[in-house]
Structure formats: C-alpha cells, structure tokens
C-alpha cells in the first residue's frame, strides 16, 4: 500500500483526485467568467459544502507534518520550500502575464488582476507582498504564508500539541466572530482565501501527519467497514441539503457557507469528505493497484507541478474560448484537455523524481 519507504499510496490517491477535481473546477469557474451557456461539468465539489482547495490544504498541512518532522533541521527544510514555493508563485504569474496584458479592464477586474492592470508596478509589489493575486494563483499564495508559518507551528507542537491545536481553533473562531461582528471587512485585505482562517486545515492536519494518524485511521476503517456506510449516508444528506439550499433557511447561513473565511459547514463537511474517501480505499485492497488508482497516485505525487500546469492551461483556454466564440462542446474539449496535461504532467516529472533518487542511490552506493 506503500509508494516507497514510509509513503502511503492512499494518501497520494486522495492528493491526486483533489488535483483532477480542482483541474476541472478551475476550467468550469474561468469559463462561467464569459458566461459559460450550461452547466459545469460535476464534481464532488457540487455535492457539498467543501471544494478541492478545501481537500489540497489539508492533505498539503498533513505532508508537511508528516515530512519535515523528521527532517534533521525541520526549521530550514521547510524555509527553503517556502522559498521554492515563492519562486514558482513568481514563475506562474509570469506564465499568465501574456494572457493578461491583452485583457481589457473589465476582463482583467474579473480575473481579480485589476490591481494589476491599473497599477503594475504597485500591483506587482503586492502580489511580491503576498497581498493580492489573480484568481487562481490565490491557493498557491496560501501555501506559501502557511509554509512561512510553519517553523512557529513546529516550534508550539514541539511545548504541546494541546498549544497548537488552541491557537488554530482560536484564530479560526477570531475570524468567524470578526466577520459576524463586522469588525472585519474582506476588502481591507482583499484575500479571497483569509489565511487565518484557513490555517486551520494545514496546522491541524501538520499536528496529525506527525503522528502519522493515515495508518490508525485505515487500520480501523479495514476493520470497522460500517463505518464507511454512516459516512457515506453522511456525505449523501450533505449533498441533498446543498442541492436543496437548506442553509438558505438559517440565518446568516453566508457566516456558515463562506469559503474565503471557512465558514463552519466547510469546516466540518471536509474532513467527513476525506474520511469517506479513506473509507472507499479501504474497503477493497485491490482497488489501490487498479490502473486508475495508479494514475491517480502518480498526480498525487506531483501536485505543485500538476496545479502550476493548470493554471496556466486554464488561463489560455478560457482567453481562446471566449475570443474564439464559446460553445459547450469546446468547453468539454477544454476539460478534457486539463485533465489529460494534468496527467501528462505528472507522469513526466514522476519520472524525473524517479531518475533522481536512483542517481542519488546510485551516488550513495558508488
């Protein structure tokens, strides 16, 4: 079940169908910029109150955890991802640059690259700030604040666990009253993911990938296959209230369904999502070596490249889409295409990392 010394295959499953549901996301959400005529294509993000992003923060919060714990100067290893992680934010925004310069002010506003457009200099300077970014470069942007962050989170697990786990929940609870009280304005910042809040679904996660938490969770799902029944009942009257809106009944249900602040129910509807998920990878050990599995797997294992890939895609194919005159079919063409790079992607660098740690064997052993 394991994808190499220490690396659980499911874990790299589930990373890998966040990556393909957020592929096609992101070209359903770029394409209803011009007013896509239809519906998205559906995703598991349609059926709930959590998205991918919601499903890639966590398990992201969860490998670091897992990873850099063990690292002899945890602090520096992660400093220097962060970097890297910097970078490749700087390198993507270059990407889409071309596609942006021909955007006309409307255009731009609605990609939220208006701060770019009116300004580039000062645009530049906040998005360098870790202020502002386009949509879709937004997630990485977190990331990167997380993983800047993390040195300090590593620093309280290591007094108590209980400490971490208290200033997570308390940041999260201080966004939600900000925003219920007024006190805080979105705009002030003009984030689209607060990073207060979502810290949350990284530090949380970090705190259990130390503690390695997959392998106590798919021992006892093996074992306890009911439990993967309640949570799918569960996930199934998640899906039936949002298809049906029940939370437009209750009052301020915006508080509870907000994605950029986490509001409650995507607080909750997340982890219940990953669990169902962990729950299917367990019920049969078969499953885990079919060839979709596999391929998922392999995306799993190179999400910052697959996401990086996307977005780019996704940025030129809803420019040509719209210039060229829309059309459903085109848009299904579309996501076939993002799906089929964000394959291709990580089946190349999958295996440059497998060329690279066979040198370093190699290296090792001469």
């Not at 359903?28 to 349609?46: C, N």
């Not at 439990?227 to 209750?250: D, M, N, P, W, Y």
């Not at 999958?350 to 066979?358: G, I, L, P, Q, W």
Request: charge should be positive.
């Amino acid at each position: 079940m394991t994808a190499g010394p220490g690396r659980e295959t499911r874990i790299d499953i589930l990373r890998g169908l966040a990556m393909v549901v957020i592929a096609i996301n992101h070209i359903t959400v770029a394409f209803q910029i011009y007013h896509l005529d239809g519906r998205g294509v559906p995703t598991p993000s349609s059926f709930g109150y959590s998205s991918s992003a919601s499903i890639f923060v966590i398990m992201s919060g969860y490998m670091v955890g897992m990873v850099y714990q063990r690292k002899a100067n945890p602090t520096a290893a992660v400093l220097r991802r962060a970097a890297r992680l910097y970078v490749y934010d700087g390198l993507l925004l270059l990407a889409v640059t071309p596609v942006l310069a021909m955007m006309p002010a409307w255009e731009a506003t609605a990609w939220s690259a208006d701060f770019l457009h009116r300004s580039p200099t000062e645009g530049l300077l906040l998005f360098l700030a870790l202020l502002r970014a386009p949509t879709l470069l937004d997630v990485l942007q977190l990331y990167v604040i997380f993983m800047l962050v993390t040195p300090v989170a590593l620093w309280l697990h290591r007094r108590s666990a209980t400490l971490l786990v208290g200033v997570s929940v308390g940041l999260w609870l201080a966004s939600q009253l900000a925003t219920l009280t007024g006190l805080l304005d979105p705009a002030v910042v003009e984030w689209k993911f607060n990073p207060a809040a979502w810290q949350i679904f990284f530090f949380v996660p970090m705190l259990l990938g130390t503690r390695r938490a997959h392998e106590r969770v798919f021992a006892y799902l093996e074992a306890h296959r009911q439990t993967t029944i309640l949570l799918a009942v569960t996930v199934g009257a998640f899906a039936a209230a949002k298809l049906l809106h029940i939370e437009r009944h209750i009052p301020n249900s915006g508080l509870l369904t907000s994605k950029g602040n986490l509001g409650l129910l995507r607080l909750i509807h997340a982890p219940i999502i990953i669990a169902f998920y962990c729950g299917l990878l367990s019920w049969r050990r078969d499953l885990v070596a079919s060839a979709p599995m596999r391929a998922l797997a392999c995306i799993g294992r190179q999400t910052l490249y697959c996401y990086m890939a996307t977005v780019w895609i996704t940025y030129v194919l809803a420019a040509l889409w719209y210039r060229a005159g829309g059309g459903y079919a085109t848009y299904l063409g579309a996501v076939m295409l993002a799906v089929l790079l964000t394959a291709a992607v990580a089946v190349v660098f999958d295996a440059r990392a497998r060329r690279t740690t066979a040198h370093r064997k190699l290296a090792i052993t001469a």
